[in-house]
């Protein structure tokens, strides 16, 4: 490599101080809302919009007319030609990074030939055919219950709807399909070959028909929670029945321990699971492979400085990494550093020992002026001075388990880098089940973009919080 | 536009996507994975809630401890439930019994089948133990009764009797009752009824995210090559076959 900024040399060990420090500022709620507006997150899909209300700019000319709360649609009473339907689509397309959406219809009136429908449209449709009649649209409909969608007539058949019937239309991002519903039951589906955005769409074709629109401001008639979580066990079926190595989950449980340094954890798992029946393949008997040697590396050592950072012992952190590691502390404008100054800022605050944080601070805080990012979480510890309370502001993330536990994972991760048979960085900073789960959404993600953005995305929250059999 | 049309649109789209996968490089690749964000926390709940499960009481104990994560369920619990489970596990069917009532009666008096095997293996038992007598009477007092109210059960308890017409047990048809993996079989059945009376998922989390990751995997095969992990002894990334 010809470059030669300062950059690029740095270190590997900084590389680590780095990655750490960037996710403490993603912790930092301050720091966080300051850069939602600027960064794409990876769960954009909970912000994606959801149709409110119909469209009324770009209505059917005089065929319909749209109520003054955009909920409600009529047929005009004026004797109209035959031919011309009155076609309302809502005012967004249907969000797709999701496993299912949905909207229902109420028929007030039937008008004189009850040729209502409901569907699904792209924003190309012309606005004075009945969707499903067309190519890239699908509707059901009132009169004859036939589910079209722009393949000729009658793909599938449905019951009829009149005056009184709720009907809903669906869209299925799983199975691809759009599925639609009369008075809560799903009444048939049909394959969704429709590509990029469709907007849900009601239509009227006869004098008198009036119908009202549920986007979700009301309780649906269908119980839309059922069908997803039935949809969610289809899929996870599928799912559960891919095999996976014997013992696998073991391995990874106790590569966690290690990597970690969580000692007294592992040694008990171990002594628990030799005498699991059966035998647990993954647990060594005299744990001596060369695997488990590089795992196992300094894990005393680690578990020592783990113990004193967790219980906001930052002085003899520092002392104990300057006699065991003096290597991690050497540089003393370092990131890792930073971080165990800045614990040691938050510690004394804890302790309420404002005075002496303060002359702490001014006295080492200065010299960390080049690094970047570093302006903001002093700002960050800063901020807890403020504060009669200082736990329940907006900086109180500072004072939780969790900031201590941050802090110790990345002196963890120094300590680990300090192994000479350590060669991937990588793996000094993220555990193996992290570097699964990244890869799991990852692919998740990607698999939803190169399906047109149609679907979930993998959630590990929502797999934890999850309580399904 | 004509049917024809939109027909022959169709077939070239097909035949496109068919034939040209997305190509990401590993550096594309790391860079997406980087993007993602795994909370330390999750992670630790993820390990909590595996340790809890599969009944590692005192690895529990002490994770709660070293990682500050909450136990989902009462770890004291835990203690009850891999007492039954080793009960069965090692031949002591009464004893579990008499254990899973003093924890909840509900769970056998609601679940017949559950009840069923826990006296099935009672019987394997005894005659493991050679208690010829013992068994019949066993058989015919207990299991009979329950035999004539259901056909599976009928079979099971004819299937387990037969044991006593072998001479070598070990070689005949039905040996696979005397088998350790009958223990087993048994004792995971009591180990998920009790968690399921405990609103708890019988089986952990962590084995259906390994199982995602393969079929995901799987699935992004078809419309991209990138790096894979197969190995999950190393989680490492391959590099793509190009």
């Known amino acids: ?56 700019v770009k209505s059917s000319g005089g065929f319909s007319v749209v109520g003054a709360d955009k909920l409600s649609l009529t047929y005009p009473n004026d004797q109209l030609h035959g031919h011309d339907v009155g076609v309302v689509q809502a005012n967004c397309p249907a969000p797709s990074k999701r496993l299912v959406y949905y909207f229902e219809i109420s028929v007030k009136h039937a008008g004189v030939k009850g040729q209502i429908a409901i569907g699904f ?39 009829p709807y009149t005056a009184g019937d709720t009907v809903g239309g669906g869209i299925n991002y799983a199975t691809e399909e759009f599925f639609f519903t009369k008075n809560g039951v ?25 119908v009202s629109v549920n986007f979700g401001q009301d309780p649906f008639v269908f119980d839309l929670k059922a069908y997803e979580a039935e949809q969610r066990t289809k899929q996870q079926i599928k799912i559960e029945n891919t095999s996976i190595p014997q013992d696998a989950s073991y391995g990874i449980v106790r590569s966690y321990l290690q990597h970690y340094g969580y000692e007294e954890t592992l040694k008990l798992f171990d002594i628990d699971g030799r005498n699991t029946m059966p035998p647990i393949s993954v647990i060594p008997e005299n744990g001596d492979s060369e695997e488990d040697s590089i795992s196992m590396y300094a894990l005393k050592q680690r578990n020592t400085v783990r113990r004193l950072i967790k219980s906001g012992n930052i002085d003899e952190t520092f002392s104990t990494l300057q006699k065991w ?68 502001s907006s900086v109180g993330y500072l004072l939780s388990e969790s900031q201590r536990e941050l802090v110790a994972d990345a002196v963890n991760a120094m300590i680990l880098s300090t192994n000479p048979k350590m060669t991937d960085v990588t793996s000094c900073k993220q555990s193996r089940l992290e570097r699964l789960i990244r890869q799991v959404t990852a692919c998740f993600l990607e698999k939803r973009s190169l399906n047109g953005d149609q679907g979930e995305a993998f959630q590990l929250s929502q797999i934890l919080n999850s309580a399904t059999k | 536009m004509s049917l024809f049309g939109i027909v022959i649109r169709q077939l070239v789209g097909n035949q496109a996507m068919a034939t040209s996968k997305k190509v990401i490089t590993r550096a ?60 069965v596990q090692s031949g002591n069917v009464e004893d579990a019994i008499e254990k899973v009532n003093d924890l909840n009666p509900e769970i056998l008096d609601t679940n017949p089948q559950l009840f069923f095997h826990l006296q099935q293996q009672r019987l394997i038992e005894l005659i493991r133990n050679g208690k010829v007598e ?22 099971e308890l004819e299937r387990t009797v037969a044991l006593l017409a072998f001479e070598d047990v070990t070689n005949c048809p039905v040996g696979e009752l005397l088998d350790i993996s009958q223990r087993l079989k048994t004792a995971s059945e009591v180990n998920a009824a009790i968690l399921t009376s405990q609103s708890h998922e019988k089986d952990p989390k962590l084995p259906s995210l390994l199982k995602m990751l393969i079929w995901v995997q799987n699935q992004l095969d078809e419309k991209a090559t990138y790096p894979r992990i197969t190995d999950f002894s190393t989680a490492a990334l391959e590099d793509p076959a190009t």
């Open chain 2, 28 to 87: 594309d690749w790391e860079k997406k994975l980087n993007d993602v964000k795994v909370k330390k926390e999750d992670m630790n709940k993820l390990v909590m809630n595996f340790l809890v499960t599969e009944g590692f009481v005192e690895a529990a104990e002490k994770f709660r401890f070293e990682s500050g994560t909450e136990p989902d369920i009462d770890l004291a619990t835990i203690t009850d439930r891999m007492e039954v489970k080793k009960a």
């Open chain 2, 134 to 155: 013992e068994a019949l009477e066993f058989a015919q007092e207990e299991l009979a009764p329950r035999g004539e109210e259901n056909q599976g059960f009928l079979e």
């Open chain 1, 121 to 159: 449209t792209t924003s190309a449709f012309r606005l004075r055919r009945q969707p499903g009649w067309e190519a890239n649209s699908c509707g059901y409909h009132g009169d004859d219950g036939r589910l079209d969608r722009g393949h000729g007539k009658g793909d599938v058949c449905g019951p």
């Open chain 1, 1 to 56: 490599m010809s470059e030669t900024s300062s950059q690029s040399q740095s270190p590997p060990e900084d590389s680590i101080g780095r990655y750490f420090l960037d996710i403490w500022s993603q912790n930092s709620k301050t720091l966080s809302l300051r850069a939602s507006s600027g960064t794409e997150s990876a769960f954009e899909e909970e912000r994606e919009e959801s149709p409110t209300a119909l469209d009324t």
């Open chain 1, 325 to 392: 590691y003096p290597q991690i502390v050497q540089d003393h404008t370092s990131a890792i550093c930073f971080m165990l100054h800045c614990q040691k800022f938050i510690e004394l605050i804890r302790g309420g020992k404002l005075e002496e944080a303060i002359v702490y601070g001014r006295g080492e805080f200065d010299k960390f002026k080049d690094l970047s990012g570093f302006d903001d979480l002093v700002k960050d510890c800063a901020a807890l001075l403020a504060y009669e309370d200082p736990s329940r």
């Open chain 1, 186 to 210: 799903v009444i048939g589906s049909v394959y969704k070959d429709v590509k990029g955005p469709v907007y849900p769409t009601v239509a009227v074709h006869s004098q008198n028909e009036e």
